[in-house]
């Protein structure tokens, strides 16, 4: 277990949950085959009502998990950024990258504090952040951008955006969890309005 840590990161993301803003979701995902070995990233965004508005992935040549991981959180809060999103929502299914944007791990390597660096003012330029981690079966469509990135082997080779944005299905079936009384989802988000009928699963 690493340690805690109590520095700037730590208070920037407690500070940034205060705002209660639509969010847009970014669902990334990075890998690398062999680790280090070929990596590439993937992101998924979706507006506050569920539809998908972008499809980010790129090829990162030589480097590890975990730089890979680094450079979709980046590519993500960029695209924030530069199409004026406000409030952004990430998952991850990288334990590690989350926690130490959270400022609960320090980070040690450095090339990772450098990413981390990078990452910390595009935070601050949004009015709400979170970051939560999911496993790898809830983030699928992240994973398969982020292989496809790997497939292609090419660095710089960028893909950016369905041509026509997605409507969720009228039916589809979500997982969450209840947690304090209010069902936290697990994966995607369901268009306010939506009339839900809950199961439990025990």
Request: proline share 6%.
């Amino acid at each position: 277990m690493c340690p805690r840590d109590s520095s700037r990161a730590g208070e920037l993301f407690a500070a940034s949950l205060q705002s209660a803003a639509p969010a847009h979701t970014a669902h990334i995902d990075g890998g690398a085959r062999g680790n280090p070995g070929p990596s590439g990233y993937g992101v998924i965004i979706h507006d506050p009502s569920g539809r998908t508005v972008a499809e980010l992935s790129e090829y990162l040549g030589h480097h590890t998990n975990n730089y890979a991981e680094y450079q979709g959180l980046l590519a993500a809060l960029r695209y924030a950024q530069e199409n004026g999103i406000k409030a952004l929502k990430v998952i991850s299914d990288s334990e590690l990258m989350v926690r130490q944007i959270k400022g609960i791990y320090k980070v040690k390597h450095p090339e990772l504090r450098k990413l981390h660096g990078e990452a910390q003012p595009l935070v601050r330029k949004l009015e709400h952040f979170e970051i939560r981690h999911a496993l790898r079966e809830h983030n699928q469509d992240a994973d398969r951008l982020a292989n496809e990135a790997m497939d292609r082997g090419k660095p710089g080779a960028t893909q950016t955006a369905p041509a026509t944005p997605r409507t969720p299905a009228a039916k589809e079936e979500f997982e969450g969890i209840v947690r304090n009384g209010v069902i936290e989802l697990l994966d995607g988000m369901v268009p306010d309005g939506t009339r839900v009928q809950i199961r439990v699963r025990r």
